[in-house]
C-alpha cells in the first residue's frame, strides 16, 4: 500500500479524473435509482422552464414599453414636422420668385 511518503510529485496523486469515477454508474441501476434521477432532473427542468416563462414576461413588457415610447416620439416628430412645414410654406410665399440665389461653379 503507497501511503503519503511514497507520492513523487503531483502527478501521482489521483483523483476523480485519473480514477476514472462518474457520478452516475455504467450499469443499469435500480428502479429506484432511475426513478430519483428522473424526478430530480423533472424538477430542475420544471424550475428552468418557470425560469424562462418569467423572462419571456419581462421581455414582452418591455417590448411593449418601447413600442409605446416609439409611437409617441414618432408622432412628436410629425407633429414639429407639419408645424415647420405650415411655417415654411408661409415665408416662402413671401419671397419673390426665383429668389436671392445666384448660380455658381464649384470645382471638385
Known amino acids: ?29 435500480t428502479p ?11 424538477l430542475r427542468l420544471e424550475s428552468e422552464l418557470e425560469a424562462l416563462d418569467k423572462r419571456k414576461q419581462r421581455i414582452h413588457s418591455r417590448l411593449d414599453e418601447i413600442r409605446d415610447s416609439l409611437d409617441a416620439t414618432i408622432q412628436e416628430v410629425q407633429e414639429k414636422d407639419h408645424t415647420a412645414s405650415e411655417a415654411s410654406n408661409g415665408t416662402a410665399a413671401n419671397l419673390p ?11 471638385y
Not at 3 to 11: Q, S
Not at 13 to 27: E, G, L, P, Q
Not at 32 to 42: A, H, R, W
Open 1 to 29: 500500500m503507497r501511503g503519503v511518503k511514497h507520492i513523487k510529485g503531483v502527478a501521482d496523486v489521483r483523483t476523480a479524473i485519473s480514477a476514472h469515477y462518474r457520478n452516475t454508474s455504467r450499469t443499469k441501476g
Open 32 to 42: 429506484y435509482l432511475e426513478i430519483l434521477s428522473l424526478g430530480m432532473e423533472k
Open 97 to 107: 420668385t426665383g429668389g436671392p440665389w445666384h448660380t455658381m461653379k464649384a470645382e
